[in-house]
């Protein structure tokens, strides 16, 4: 580890601690620089997922006005989210990521159209008659998080935006920490038997606190639509680049 890497380390995970408390798009930022420090695929990603534990601290030391109250809604939805980030954590271990590969780009650009089109989707979500339990989705995005992760964060936010009526900076407040609850279960097997590069893991996550604690105040200050427009032509950006990117090897990040 050089000097130089030290530094871009730190700064990517300002850089990705601001992205993924703002928008659930750390790892654009976060696995890319793991790369260009020399860190194979495989253990940028699982690195990825340990580095990210301190963006979720920091975002919610940074929200804890969005946060009042939600405290049993957390509760429950990390431990739903606990549980898909392990089986997902389980599965990137012992199966190919292929799969995955190429659906994630689909995935996202579904995250960030449901972002767009919030109030018409939120109207029928309300109606009587089925609707999908916010609870499987929150464990499915878990499961995706553990397992690949990118950009889980606009998929949770999403999911969220749809199930509750609230300014776009509780919701994110929340998906921050749900989130963290499915990194938390996911880096804790990665610990025991995955490749981390725990110096570069440690450089990150120290980056990834001050970012993260950092955005939470920025979008507390941001209009809401804009923030939530730009967020969606970012995902939207990031699956067209993931497409065009499905053969490259090795997942981007989590």
Known sequence: MTPDHAVLLVLGGIGSGLTGS??????????????????????ANVTNTVALLSSAAGAAAGSRRELRGQGSRILRLSGIAAMGGTAGAVLLMSTPSSAFERIVP??????????????????????????????????????YGGYFGAAAG?????????????????T???????????????????????????????????????????????????????????????????????WQDLGSPGPPGA
Request: charged share 10%; hydrophobic share 65%; glycine share 6%.
């Open 22 to 43: 703002m928008a659930g798009l750390a790892s654009l930022v976060s696995y890319p620089v793991l790369l260009a420090v020399g860190i194979p695929p495989v253990a």
């Open 106 to 143: 689909a995935l996202i650009a579904l995250g960030a159209v449901t972002l767009l089109l919030r109030e018409p989707l939120r109207v029928w979500y309300a109606k009587p008659g089925f609707r999908p339990p916010l609870g499987v989705a929150v464990f499915l995005i878990a499961i």
């Open 172 to 242: 994110n407040a929340v998906k921050s920490v749900v989130l963290g609850a499915a990194n938390l279960a996911a880096a804790i097997l990665y610990a025991l038997i995955a490749p981390v590069h725990w110096s570069a893991a440690a450089l990150l996550a120290g980056g990834c606190l001050l970012g993260s604690w950092l955005g939470p105040a920025l979008v507390r200050r941001t209009p809401e639509r804009p923030l939530r427009m730009a967020i969606a032509i970012a995902a939207l950006s990031l699956a067209v680049y993931l």
């Open 154 to 170: 606009v998929l949770l936010l999403a999911a969220l935006s749809l199930a509750a009526t609230e300014p776009l900076a509780i």
